[in-house]
C-alpha cells in the first residue's frame, strides 16, 4: 500500500523560504511521477510541480516557476520542494501526490495521496 507523509509546512513571512518534504514507501516508484498539488481556502486544488522518479524530469505550474524547486533522493524515497521568494498567494494545504509520468506532467492528479501540510504566508 502506497503511503505518503509530507512534512515542512508552518508559518513564514511572505519573501520568505520553506522545503516541504514527502517520505514515500510501499512500492517501487521507478515508473512513477511524484509531485505537489495545493488547494487554498475556498479554492480548487491546483497542480504545482512533478518530477519523474527515473530521470528527474521536473514539471512546475506557471505561478511557481522560478521561485519553486522539486526534487528527489531515490535513496530516501524522499521527494522535496523548495520554496523560495514566498508569497500571501501561496498559502494552502499542500499535497504529496503519486501518478504515472503523463499524467503528472500535464497537471492531473495522480492515484495516491499524502495527508497535505499546512503553508501558511503572512505579510
Known amino acids: 500500500q502506497v503511503q505518503l507523509v509530507e512534512s515542512g509546512g508552518g508559518l513564514v513571512q511572505a519573501g520568505g523560504s520553506l522545503r516541504l518534504s514527502c517520505a514515500a514507501s510501499?512500492?517501487?516508484?521507478?515508473?512513477?511521477?511524484l509531485g505537489w498539488f495545493r488547494q487554498a481556502p475556498g479554492k480548487e486544488r491546483e497542480f504545482v510541480a512533478a518530477?519523474?522518479?527515473?530521470?528527474?524530469?521536473?514539471y512546475y505550474a506557471d505561478s511557481v516557476k522560478g521561485r519553486f524547486t522539486i526534487s528527489r533522493d531515490n535513496a530516501k524515497n524522499t521527494v522535496y520542494l523548495q520554496m523560495n521568494s514566498l508569497k500571501l498567494e501561496d498559502t494552502a494545504v499542500y499535497y504529496c501526490?503519486?501518478?504515472?509520468?503523463?499524467?503528472?506532467?500535464?497537471?492531473?492528479?495522480?492515484?495516491?495521496w499524502g495527508q497535505g501540510t499546512q503553508v501558511t504566508v503572512s505579510s
Open positions: 518530477i519523474r522518479w527515473s530521470g528527474g524530469s521536473t
Open positions: 510501499g512500492r517501487t516508484f521507478s515508473s512513477y511521477a
Open positions: 501526490n503519486v501518478g504515472r509520468p503523463q499524467v503528472l506532467a500535464a497537471g492531473i492528479e495522480g492515484d495516491y
